[in-house]
């Protein structure tokens, strides 16, 4: 079985600096993982996966995440904030390819000027 | 390419009452599925088709929620009768194969 948990439901972090959203995930298989974002009133975009091969996944808008086995994470980074991150973040882990996405409870990022 | 189309984007409705929830995939994408997403929460799977056979209805409440994938293309989720704890936000998704989910903007619920 596999679970999802996102530490800290809220995140603040000043225009500029460094975004750390943290995933740690539990699979009984090689997992599959993701991070979607959600803007108020809209579905969720993909911001970046992991399946195989390199760990260290980049994805649109400059974030980027990496997986690590042995600490089971994969945590969400992005260099400099923009206002335009400001939205609900959600990690999330499927079994394998073509499978139900099981999700953590979300984060949601605030950036202030 | 257009995406993942939901209709309506909104509906209110009182308890015991039914309602209908629509979804249009994107074009060829075999897979589809219904999340269900309580406020507060990340979304959880209804269901889930391919082509127009179920894969995973496990987390279904079938003594209320029922749904369908016509002909593998359009699918309709429904409730009957709908409780307070129905409000939510479903969202439906669907994805080629192996390939990540695309998801629409979801039909936000809420049971008076």
């Known amino acids: 079985a596999q679970s999802v948990t996102q530490l800290g439901s809220h995140v603040s972090v000043s225009e500029g600096a460094l975004v750390l959203l943290r995933c740690n995930y539990s699979s009984s298989v090689p997992p599959y993982l993701f991070w979607y974002v959600q803007y108020p009133n809209q579905g969720l975009q993909l911001l970046l996966k992991y399946t195989t091969g390199a760990t260290l996944v980049k994805g649109i808008n400059g974030f980027e995440a990496e997986f690590k086995k042995s600490e089971t994470s994969f945590h969400l980074t992005k260099p400099s904030a923009h206002m335009s991150d400001a939205a609900e973040y959600f990690c999330a882990v499927s079994a394998r390819a073509g499978t139900a996405l099981i999700f953590g409870k979300g984060t949601t990022l605030s950036v202030s000027s | 390419e257009a995406g993942v189309a939901q209709s309506p984007r909104y509906k209110i409705i009182e308890k015991r009452q039914s309602v209908a929830f629509w979804c249009n995939p994107i074009?060829?994408?075999?897979?589809l599925y219904w999340y269900q997403q309580i406020l507060g929460q990340g979304p959880k799977l209804l269901i889930q088709f391919q082509n127009n056979g179920v894969v995973d209805d496990s987390q279904l409440p079938k003594d209320r929620f029922s749904a369908e994938r016509l002909k593998g293309v359009d699918s309709t989720l429904k409730i009957q009768p709908a409780k307070l704890e129905d409000s939510a936000v479903y969202l439906c998704?669907?994805?080629?194969?192996?390939?990540?989910?695309?998801f629409g903007p979801g039909t936000r619920l809420t049971v008076l």
């Open positions: 998704a669907s994805s080629l194969s192996t390939r990540p989910q695309f």
């Open positions: 074009s060829g994408h075999a897979t």
